[in-house]
């Protein structure tokens, strides 16, 4: 029988009636595990012994937290093999993508925790005699974390190291596509110090124990899709608790007659089709001029029919399956949705069979197509992006921007006039030179306009806006 994990709901591991299985994605047969889903009463339970958690830990000094957060980079970097095996395993990204997120991740603790030592604070004269004024940040309370599949160690960490680092207590529901990630983070967190009940797991389903985090938490932040963040952030509001979503993308990668041709392919190549596409900052709109438009096309396909779509722990796959029936289910039918509005396909993209049961699919390459074709509106995210061909870069700029999202926006040139113009007018987040329009830093801001964020932005010192409340103290003197 397969064992049931538990949640950890203030400091003990509970289990539920209700369950939800972790599939491999590679392989079907495989079940990760079974997971106890967590009920609206137990998220309530979770978030009152955070908040019994949360009057001790935001006490503490800020050495005891910076060492918590040291001891989980260290557990994090000593098991990045074995957890990013586990976590291709469970989402399906290759052993490389995903060892390469757990290092990530125990960057993104180690970076928060030397932030801890450097929230600062302003002192400043009165405009009245004999008071002194003083602004300082303090710990909000209880933050609802909600994430996704794509990245199920990384998003959870830049959001519960910041969380912790500033003083808050954590209730975390990962996303049940992943909950194996998020409950062997969890422990790693927990391992970390702190007071029982500083962090909680809540697995479970988006409308049971998603809903109830955002009923009870005194702050939500979360990354998912446009209309799960919409929902969330009209009942936050209501509520008038901080919320702060990180959603989706329809990122385009621009390409110039001047570009280097090799850069402009592997930034497409990468950007578009790695890890199944399944980015949210994954280039889907190539937006390519007219003198280097055939070379560009034909430089991609050979690349695309050179990669291997495979289980995502073999060795010498560039790309797994997609992460479950429903997400391949949708693939095909953007598929479909391109040939019925007359895109060309230039690469063919084709469900694929293996040794083992998966939900594979090779990468398609739509070519002629206009922005205004649904493929061209609508997040796929999956292994297809689509072509545009325009005159010049003017049309570009309009074309990269006419979209409801704004989360990464890249350019290929060796022109440094149009670098540095796109980077001051494409409406995005995130801009990219001569890079792919995913892979960044943990040490700087992330987020993006329009659509696709919603709140102050998250990582780097910028989170601090989220995860901490601004005091001004008046001190007669
Ligand atoms: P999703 O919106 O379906 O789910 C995200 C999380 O929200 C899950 O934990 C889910 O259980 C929960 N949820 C669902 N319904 C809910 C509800 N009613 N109340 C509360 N919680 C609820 O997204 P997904 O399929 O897991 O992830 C893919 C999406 O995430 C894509 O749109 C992608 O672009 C986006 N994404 C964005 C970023 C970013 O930082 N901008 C990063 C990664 C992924």
């Keep these: 029988m397969t064992e049931r994990y538990k949640n950890l709901i203030g400091g003990e591991w509970v289990g539920a009636t209700d369950a939800i299985r972790s599939i491999n994605p590679s392989d079907t047969n495989d079940v990760v595990g079974e997971f106890a889903a967590a009920s609206a009463k137990q998220v309530a339970d979770a978030v009152s012994a955070a908040r019994q958690a949360f009057k001790?830990?935001?006490?503490?000094?800020?050495?005891?937290?910076?060492?918590?957060?040291?001891?989980?980079?260290?557990?994090?970097?000593?098991?990045?093999?074995?957890?990013?095996?586990?976590?291709?395993?469970?989402?399906?990204?290759?052993?490389?993508?995903?060892?390469?997120?757990?290092?990530?991740?125990?960057?993104?603790?180690?970076?928060?925790?030397?932030?801890?030592?450097?929230?600062?604070?302003?002192?400043?004269?009165?405009?009245?005699?004999?008071?002194?004024?003083e602004i300082s940040r303090g710990p909000v309370g209880v933050i609802g974390i909600i994430t996704p599949w794509n990245f199920p160690v990384a998003i959870p960490s830049w959001k519960i190291a910041p969380a912790l680092a500033f003083g808050n207590a954590v209730v975390f529901k990962p996303s049940e596509l992943t909950p194996m990630m998020g409950l062997r983070l969890t422990e790693i967190v927990s391992r970390g110090g702190g007071p029982p009940g500083l962090v909680n797991l809540i697995n479970g389903t988006g409308p049971v124990a998603g809903q109830a985090l955002i009923e009870n938490a005194d702050a939500i932040s979360f990354t998912g899709s446009v209309p799960t963040g919409r929902q969330i952030a009209l009942r936050a509001i209501?509520?008038?608790?901080?919320?702060?979503?990180?959603?989706?993308?329809?990122?385009?990668?621009?390409?110039?007659?001047?570009?280097?041709l090799?850069?402009?392919?592997?930034?497409?190549?990468?950007?578009?089709?790695?890890?199944?596409?399944?980015?949210?900052?994954?280039?889907?709109?190539?937006?390519?001029?007219?003198?280097?438009?055939?070379?560009?096309?034909?430089?991609?396909?050979?690349?695309?029919?050179?990669?291997?779509?495979?289980?995502?722990?073999?060795?010498?796959?560039?790309?797994?399956?997609?992460?479950?029936?429903?997400?391949?289910?949708?693939?095909?039918?953007?598929?479909?949705?391109?040939?019925?509005?007359?895109?060309?396909?230039?690469?063919?993209?084709?469900?694929?069979?293996?040794?083992?049961?998966?939900?594979?699919?090779?990468?398609?390459l739509f070519v002629e197509t206009a922005n205004n074709l649904q493929i061209n509106r609508e997040e796929i995210f999956g292994p297809i992006a689509a072509v545009i061909r325009v005159k010049d870069y003017d049309e570009g700029l309009a074309i990269a921007n006419d979209t409801e999202f704004g989360l990464s926006a890249g350019i290929c040139t060796t022109s440094r006039k149009y670098a540095r113009h796109?980077?001051?007018?494409?409406?995005?987040?995130?801009?990219?030179?001569?890079?792919?329009?995913?892979?960044?830093?943990?040490?700087?801001?992330?987020?993006?306009?329009?659509?696709?964020?919603?709140?102050?932005?998250?990582?780097?010192?910028?989170?601090?806006?989220?995860?901490?409340?601004v005091k001004t103290s008046y001190v007669s003197v």
């Design 262 to 364: 090799d850069t402009a392919v592997n930034c497409a190549v990468d950007g578009a089709f790695f890890q199944t596409g399944q980015r949210c900052t994954a280039s889907s709109r190539l937006i390519v001029t007219e003198g280097i438009h055939d070379r560009f096309v034909n430089a991609v396909a050979e690349r695309l029919q050179k990669l291997v779509i495979d289980h995502a722990l073999k060795p010498g796959t560039n790309i797994g399956p997609a992460v479950d029936q429903r997400q391949l289910d949708k693939d095909v039918r953007y598929m479909e949705i391109g040939r019925r509005e007359g895109a060309k396909v230039r690469v063919e993209g084709r469900v694929l069979k293996r040794d083992t049961p998966g939900f594979y699919i090779s990468p398609t």
């Design 422 to 469: 796109f980077q001051a007018n494409a409406q995005s987040g995130l801009v990219m030179v001569n890079l792919p329009t995913a892979g960044l830093d943990y040490h700087v801001p992330f987020g993006g306009t329009k659509a696709s964020s919603y709140g102050p932005r998250e990582q780097g010192r910028y989170a601090e806006a989220f995860y901490t409340v």
């Design 56 to 133: 001790q830990w935001s006490q503490t000094t800020p050495q005891v937290r910076a060492d918590l957060l040291n001891n989980i980079a260290t557990e994090l970097l000593n098991r990045k093999d074995e957890l990013g095996e586990l976590l291709a395993r469970e989402e399906g990204k290759t052993r490389a993508e995903a060892t390469g997120e757990v290092y990530r991740a125990s960057h993104v603790f180690r970076f928060f925790a030397g932030e801890v030592v450097r929230v600062g604070g302003e002192k400043l004269p009165s405009v009245r005699p004999g008071i002194d004024v």
């Design 238 to 260: 209501q509520r008038m608790i901080p919320v702060q979503c990180e959603m989706g993308g329809k990122n385009p990668l621009i390409v110039l007659d001047d570009a280097d």
